[in-house]
């Protein structure tokens, strides 16, 4: 875990509204790799109208890994097997014998590079597994991990019931209901387009582009969908009337809670409907910022972000909102964070953070710094928790209680932490180490084990965690 560099600063208490970037946007091309040891997406590159990425970067997520360059030469060893490539060449050397690539390797600055397509070819070599590439989409499957989905009509609903649990992005508009997969690697059914005998939810279609699924779910009326069985289960419906309208939600992204359906806009004079949010949740680092690297296959930024998704989850079961401010591999400032996440005016803050040392759970509360509260028309930025510490202790304490009720080590503290102290709200950090191994990081069991804990915590504490 690796906390920002303590600063001080005051701003004008509006300047705390500015919006911030949560999620990510198709952009730049990308490669997504979904493995059983590890899923992950890297950036794609073009080289002579050929798409290319960097092998060492997929390579270190499957093993210990060792590249030696000289002049035009590059050599990496994976699992006690050595590939050697020459610059510009297609012929490239497995131990004794030669092997061609569909276009040439490149090397820059020490790193080796090949194209997407060949990786079907290098991969089953080091992993000595099938490798499955979706070219188009590029989403490459390592092994079998693929995560499949069956659709059915309930009544007014939608049923999809998946094979493993998913967490998607959710968006609306008129007549649709879009669900983006980015980390599952979820397969279509058979045929991308899917028909029901129902005049509110006729078709749904499965799509895929630049790494991620995504399913589209036509419907005659606004539609909202609701996670069950552990999120193996998404109920598709017609949006409950008088909803608030999804444009007066705070600006934090919400596509993974339930969308909010349109509503008939308001009298000039009644005051327009906010839509409450209990908790927000952060899975620290991301993007550019790995965190810790908790192993050669496992960055910290993947395992908060798979422990948040899975909070979230646990919250919505017990009927709190929550969101999330990141749900892809995006960077966000401390100062982001905590400018969305008092923006959202939401209950609790939960940020979440991975380490290799020591074992059990830590649940941290912000210490301020020495100058005390804040007065006056300025707000200091680094004591803006000044007044919520007792409902921040409350939701650390109830976390604590049931972490250590499931049988886990747990240990509540206070650090002068970012983003802590800039927030308005209830806020707590949450640090897993492992139960014996690194390995644990990664068992959905116990990242299972700790969302149901905090989840089940800040239920406990629902009604000390504000003012009355």
């Given at each position: 875990?690796?906390?920002?560099?303590?600063?001080?600063?005051?701003?004008?208490?509006?300047?705390?509204?500015?919006?911030?970037?949560?999620?990510?946007?198709?952009?730049?091309?990308?490669?997504?790799?979904?493995?059983?040891?590890?899923?992950?997406?890297?950036?794609?590159?073009?080289?002579?109208?050929?798409?290319?990425v960097?092998?060492?970067?997929?390579?270190?997520?499957?093993?210990r890994?060792?590249?030696?360059?000289?002049?035009?030469?590059?050599?990496?060893?994976?699992?006690?097997?050595?590939?050697?490539?020459?610059?510009?060449?297609?012929?490239?050397?497995?131990?004794?014998?030669?092997?061609?690539?569909?276009?040439?390797?490149?090397?820059?600055?020490?790193?080796g590079?090949?194209t997407?397509?060949?990786?079907?070819?290098?991969?089953?070599?080091?992993?000595?597994?099938?490798?499955?590439?979706?070219?188009?989409?590029?989403?490459?499957?390592?092994?079998?991990?693929?995560v499949?989905?069956?659709?059915q009509?309930?009544?007014?609903?939608?049923?999809?019931?998946?094979?493993?649990?998913?967490?998607?992005?959710?968006?609306?508009?008129?007549?649709?209901?879009?669900?983006?997969?980015?980390?599952?690697?979820?397969?279509?059914?058979?045929?991308?387009?899917?028909?029901?005998?129902?005049?509110?939810?006729?078709?749904?279609?499965?799509s895929?582009?630049?790494?991620?699924?995504?399913?589209?779910?036509?419907?005659?009326?606004?539609?909202?969908?609701?996670f069950?069985?552990?999120?193996?289960?998404?109920?598709?419906?017609?949006?409950?009337?008088?909803?608030?309208?999804?444009?007066?939600?705070?600006?934090?992204?919400?596509?993974?809670?339930?969308?909010?359906?349109?509503?008939?806009?308001?009298?000039?004079?009644?005051?327009?409907?906010?839509?409450?949010?209990?908790?927000?949740?952060?899975?620290?680092?991301?993007?550019?910022?790995?965190?810790?690297?908790?192993?050669?296959?496992?960055?910290?930024?993947?395992?908060?972000?798979a422990?948040?998704?899975?909070?979230?989850?646990?919250?919505?079961?017990?009927?709190?909102?929550?969101?999330?401010?990141?749900?892809?591999?995006?960077?966000?400032?401390?100062?982001?964070?905590?400018?969305?996440?008092?923006?959202?005016?939401?209950?609790?803050?939960?940020?979440?953070?991975?380490?290799?040392?020591?074992?059990?759970?830590?649940?941290?509360?912000?210490?301020?710094?020495?100058?005390g509260?804040?007065?006056?028309?300025?707000?200091?930025?680094?004591?803006?928790?000044?007044?919520?510490?007792?409902?921040?202790?409350?939701?650390?304490?109830?976390?604590?209680?049931?972490v250590?009720?499931?049988?886990?080590?747990?240990?509540?503290?206070?650090?002068?932490?970012?983003?802590?102290?800039?927030l308005?709200?209830?806020?707590?950090?949450?640090?897993?180490?492992?139960?014996?191994?690194?390995?644990?990081?990664?068992?959905?069991?116990?990242?299972?084990?700790?969302a149901?804990?905090?989840?089940?915590?800040?239920?406990?504490?629902?009604?000390?965690?504000?003012?009355?």
């Open positions: 875990m690796h906390w920002s560099r303590y600063r001080l600063r005051l701003c004008v208490c509006i300047c705390l509204v500015i919006s911030a970037p949560i999620s990510g946007s198709s952009g730049p091309k990308q490669l997504t790799i979904f493995s059983d040891a590890a899923s992950f997406s890297l950036p794609v590159r073009e080289q002579g109208g050929r798409e290319y960097d092998l060492m970067e997929i390579l270190r997520r499957f093993g890994t060792d590249t030696r360059s000289d002049h035009d030469r590059w050599r990496v060893t994976l699992n006690n097997l050595t590939v050697e490539f020459k610059n510009g060449k297609t012929r490239f050397k497995v131990g004794k014998s030669d092997a061609d690539l569909s276009a040439p390797f490149y090397l820059e600055n020490g790193m590079y090949v997407v397509d060949s990786l079907t070819t290098l991969l089953p070599l080091f992993l000595q597994t099938q490798v499955t590439l979706h070219q188009n989409s590029r989403r490459l499957f390592v092994g079998n991990p693929a499949h989905f069956t659709a009509t309930s009544g007014t609903a939608l049923v999809l019931n998946f094979s493993s649990a998913v967490n998607p992005s959710i968006s609306t508009e008129p007549g649709k209901l879009r669900m983006s997969f980015s980390r599952e690697p979820l397969v279509a059914p058979g045929t991308e387009r899917l028909s029901f005998d129902s005049k509110v939810i006729p078709s749904a279609v499965y895929e582009e630049n790494g991620t699924a995504a399913i589209t779910v036509n419907g005659s009326a606004p539609l909202f969908a609701r069950s069985n552990d999120g193996r289960t998404i109920n598709i419906s017609p949006a409950p009337q008088g909803a608030a309208q999804a444009a007066s939600t705070p600006t934090i992204n919400q596509g993974n809670a339930p969308a909010a359906p349109p509503q008939a806009p308001a009298p000039a004079s009644s005051p327009i409907p906010f839509v409450p949010v209990f908790a927000v949740i952060d899975p620290a680092h991301g993007g550019d910022d790995q965190g810790e690297q908790l192993s050669p296959q496992l960055a910290e930024k993947d395992v908060t972000l422990i948040a998704t899975r909070i979230r989850q646990e919250l919505q079961a017990r009927g709190m909102t929550a969101v999330l401010l990141r749900s892809s591999d995006i960077t966000l400032a401390a100062d982001q964070r905590a400018s969305a996440a008092n923006r959202s005016q939401a209950t609790v803050y939960i940020a979440v953070h991975a380490v290799s040392l020591g074992s059990g759970v830590r649940v941290y509360t912000s210490l301020l710094p020495a100058s509260d804040s007065r006056g028309p300025f707000l200091d930025w680094q004591t803006a928790q000044s007044g919520y510490r007792t409902f921040s202790q409350a939701a650390a304490e109830s976390v604590a209680a049931e250590s009720r499931r049988q886990m080590k747990s240990r509540t503290l206070v650090a002068p932490l970012q983003p802590l102290n800039n308005e709200m209830a806020s707590v950090a949450v640090e897993l180490a492992p139960r014996s191994t690194i390995a644990d990081l990664n068992s959905p069991n116990y990242q299972q084990t700790l149901e804990s905090v989840a089940a915590g800040l239920a406990a504490a629902h009604d000390r965690l504000r003012k009355p």
